[in-house]
């Protein structure tokens, strides 16, 4: 079975953020033989002075396949995060099936994106729809932004990919369709939005991130001068995160 888990709330202001934790325990999950890591997603939840949060307040979710023991799955999660989240965090885990995810959920992702929600109301919402909600280190308010981070996940219209096979290993000039071969993306376009042709060589930089759209993990692309070695290269950095949250 394919799962989606989200977690929040995993750091402090001195250590390393949600999104390492998100790529270690996924890394550790699939390590242990509890899964196959698909993908992992920042998602940008409302940032408010009513709402209690480390620096960006945002959230990450996690895409597991081959999942033949969700109860396991969800113990290695709360061990790591335990043991893991920074001193003084605020740690939430959710874990819940792909296909368990309905619209209320991705109605409660799009919310957390806006508006200041309650913990009561995460709680209600998980035991309505008989998912895997808990708080597991100090206020235990991350359950909000981790059952945020499952809806957004599952409606696809939102955040950067942390994490996919080989995308932060893959650097330098290559052909569109060797790209595609490497990352396997759903789409490769540019800023414009316009496809890019198969045979198109782009340089990727030490920071592409894919952006989901349409539900598909999708790479933007800026063209580079004529006078350089490659057509396109990595959308910027600013760009990405301007549309991704």
């Known amino acids: 079975m394919r799962y989606i888990i989200g977690i929040d709330d995993t750091d402090n202001l001195d250590s390393r953020g949600t999104g390492h934790r998100a790529r270690m325990m996924g890394l550790g999950l699939m390590k242990a033989g509890l899964g196959k890591l698909e993908n992992i997603t920042r998602h940008q939840l409302f940032v408010s002075p009513l709402i209690p949060y480390t620096s960006h307040n ?26 893991e989240s920074a001193e003084g965090s ?17 109605e409660w992702g799009r919310k957390a994106k806006s508006i200041v929600l ?30 945020a981070a499952v809806g957004l996940r599952k409606e696809g219209n939102d955040g950067r990919l942390l994490w996919m096979p080989n995308l932060r290993e893959t650097k330098g000039i290559f052909k569109v369709s060797e790209v595609f071969a490497l990352l396997s993306p759903d789409a490769i376009i540019d800023m414009e939005g316009k496809q890019v042709s198969a045979e198109s060589k782009v340089e990727l930089t030490d920071w592409s991130r894919p952006v989901m759209r349409g539900n598909k993990i999708t790479l933007i692309l800026q063209p580079c001068n004529k006078d350089e070695e ?15 949250g």
């Open 90 to 106: 605020d740690a939430g885990l959710c874990v819940a099936a792909y296909d368990q995810v309905d619209k209320d959920l991705q």
């Open 58 to 83: 945002s959230s990450a979710s996690l895409v597991v396949s081959d999942v033949n023991d969700p109860i396991e799955l969800t113990d290695f999660c709360r061990v790591f995060l335990v043991q």
């Open 230 to 244: 490659a057509d396109y290269t990595s959308a910027p950095k600013e760009f990405i995160k301007s549309i991704s």
């Open 118 to 147: 309650t913990m009561d109301e995460a709680i209600s919402l998980a035991q309505k729809n008989n998912i895997c909600l808990e708080g597991l280190t100090g206020e235990k308010c991350g359950i909000i932004g981790s059952l």
